[in-house]
């Protein structure tokens, strides 16, 4: 009798990896940056509804751009997995920078106004110029791509995860600068809050390391 073997399909590409690459893109995504501070600001002067449209730009350039370099560095890693971990420690640092500038950073009440909120195609745009946004693609493609025949698919998650993040993420600080303006002079307030999104940061490079 012939035995039939079932190869495992996708085997790295498990609930806890995912459970781990969506921790990563919400951490990633909800830590302070050009885009968190510019929809604060237009939650502030604007309110929700109209900051909206600003919104979905981000999560459309953003994704886009993840997609982007998944195309651009799949190719490259296939060849050279050594890349990847040089992204791994270039990301780390950065990670550490961030967290950093996050808990030493003080309340910043001044924030600049606009005429009016940016509209879709300005907010996406704005990615493919956005250093905090590039370095988020290149650090997640280069940490959660599996080596091999995974590379696309694991890519694609990468792009996937952030894609399901990035809305929900972006509407919480617009809804944070449309809710709470009383307590922005708060320092007290802010210097928790830092020290919160300070903290996540840093414990990004825990899962950089260990995917």
Not at 186 to 208: P, Q
């Amino acid at each position: 009798m012939n035995e039939v073997i079932l190869a495992p399909i996708h085997s790295g590409l498990t609930l806890t990896y995912f459970l781990s690459l969506l921790t990563f893109a919400i951490s990633m995504t909800i830590t302070p940056g050009p885009n968190n501070l510019m929809v604060t600001a237009s939650g502030l002067n604007f309110g929700y509804r109209k900051t909206l449209p600003h919104i979905l730009g981000i999560a459309i350039g953003f994704t886009s751009l993840c997609a982007v370099v998944a195309l651009g560095l799949g190719a490259v890693f296939l060849q050279f997995s050594i890349l990847q971990q040089v992204l791994k420690i270039v990301g780390s640092a950065y990670l550490l920078y961030l967290a950093y500038k996050i808990v030493t950073s003080k309340n910043n009440s001044e924030l600049e106004q606009n005429s009016k909120p940016l509209n879709v195609y300005q907010a996406a745009l704005f990615q493919y110029v956005n250093p905090k946004a590039w370095t988020m693609a290149i650090t997640g493609i280069s940490a959660f791509s599996l080596p091999g025949e995974q590379v696309i698919q694991s890519s694609f998650m990468v792009v996937l995860a952030f894609g399901l993040v990035s809305v929900p993420c972006c509407s919480l600080w617009a809804m944070v600068g449309a809710k709470i303006r009383d307590y922005l002079a708060n320092e007290k307030v802010f210097k928790v809050f830092n020290w919160t999104l300070g903290l996540l940061t840093a414990a990004c490079i825990v899962i950089i390391i260990s995917g």
